[in-house]
């Protein structure tokens, strides 16, 4: 990924998905695991489980991401990844089109403790179900 010219890889120039129903999208979904965030994931995981078609965990933040940015996968919801983890693949996603942001919305940056990969399309649709995630944990 050169910044501002998008990302390529080994298959051609990386492109987002484009799905645009939640209900059809492929999630990766991940916890760190660090004993006070396990406990979310009994909150979190059901949210999200019970609005996509499918979900997946791969237990690599930065390899999830890159499913995400070469449009293999539509999404990945994670939290208390380490900013080290997640940067390289955060720019990536941006790169080929995608959208990362906490899960209120903002912008992630290296200070956020959640982080929500997807596209345009999907991005508000996460969003909502995450909201319901961010008024339990």
């Not at 890889?9 to 990386?14: L, N, Q």
Request: with cysteine; net charge negative; proline share 1%.
């Amino acid at each position: 990924a050169i910044k501002g010219e998008g990302c390529t890889g080994e298959h051609g120039v990386c492109r987002i998905s484009l799905v645009n129903e939640i209900k059809k999208s492929v999630c990766l979904y991940a916890i760190a695991h660090k004993p006070h965030l396990l406990e979310m994931n009994h909150t979190l995981y059901p949210l999200v489980h019970a609005n996509v078609n499918k979900i997946r965990m791969l237990g690599c933040v930065s390899y999830e991401l890159l499913q995400v940015a070469s449009g293999l996968i539509d999404s990945v919801v994670n939290v208390g990844a380490s900013r080290w983890d997640v940067e390289a693949g955060v720019w990536m996603v941006r790169e080929a089109g995608g959208v990362v942001v906490d899960f209120e919305g903002n912008e992630w940056t290296h200070e956020s403790n959640t982080l929500l990969a997807t596209n345009r399309y999907l991005v508000d649709q996460y969003l909502n179900v995450l909201k319901e995630f961010n008024g339990k944990a």
